[in-house]
């Protein structure tokens, strides 16, 4: 069965930068696309950032373009986010996703995800 | 941006069938996908691809999805159905999107 760790998270200040990662086990890792998904307390759902199984193709959302970066290492079952100029408004909790079978591109499988607090 | 527009809360009986709607321009041409959040735990996927139920999901969960709606259906909720339910998507240029939520509760 799939598990996802994520780890890196924590306090930081306005304009600081974390480096989020996820370990993954239970599935070939480098067979599936990733994602990072968050949520702000007491909030909803929102997708962060996604990586192709190759790291051909990486996509992000208009809040966090530009100052987040998604990578992944295969050989290590290791997948990061580079979280760069964090604001108060990225505080939440960050889930690890691993994509469906298929061609979709969704998250099936979640972490526990690993909470960061933006603040001064 | 693109929206996913949900109604923010939903309550029902034990027994009676729950249905979460879903609204979005994509939706005619992206599936839909259906997550369950309960309080305190990560999401989990109750259906992919507007109808498939994912292995060890209820057959209680069923989705439709027809012209800008989506439709997550629990015929017969228990009250271990309570929880925060987000449909997922894409618009028209393959940006992901998960909706608004809805708060559902079963008393």
């Known amino acids: 069965e799939a598990l996802l760790v994520e780890s890196g998270g924590g306090f930081v200040q306005p304009g600081r930068s974390l480096r989020l990662s996820c370990a993954a086990s239970?599935?070939?890792?480098?067979?599936?696309?990733m994602h990072w998904v968050r949520q702000a307390p007491g909030k909803g759902l929102e997708w962060v950032s996604g990586?192709?199984?190759?790291?051909?193709?990486?996509g992000y959302a208009d809040s966090v373009k530009g100052r987040f970066r998604i990578s992944r290492d295969n050989a290590k079952n290791s997948l990061f986010l580079e979280m760069n100029s964090l604001r108060d408004d990225d505080t939440a909790l960050y889930y690890c996703?691993?994509?469906?079978?298929?061609?979709?591109?969704?998250?099936?499988?979640w972490g526990q995800g690993t909470l960061v607090i933006v603040s001064s | 941006s693109y929206e996913l527009t949900q109604p923010p809360s939903l309550s029902v009986s034990p027994g009676q069938t729950a249905r979460i709607t879903c609204s979005g321009d994509a939706l005619p041409k992206k599936y839909a996908y259906w997550y369950q959040q309960k309080s305190g735990q990560a999401p989990v996927l109750v259906i992919y691809?507007?109808?498939k139920r994912p292995s060890g999901i209820p057959e209680r969960f069923s989705g439709s999805s027809s012209g800008t709606m989506a439709t997550l259906t629990i015929s017969g909720a228990q009250v271990g159905d309570e929880a925060d339910y987000y449909c997922f998507s894409s618009d028209s240029s393959s940006n992901l999107f998960f909706g608004t939520g809805t708060k559902v509760t079963v008393l």
């Open positions: 996703a691993k994509n469906g079978r298929g061609t979709g591109t969704y998250p099936d499988y």
């Open positions: 990586i192709s199984w190759n790291s051909d193709t990486k």
């Open positions: 691809e507007d109808t």
């Open positions: 239970g599935f070939t890792f480098g067979d599936y696309a």
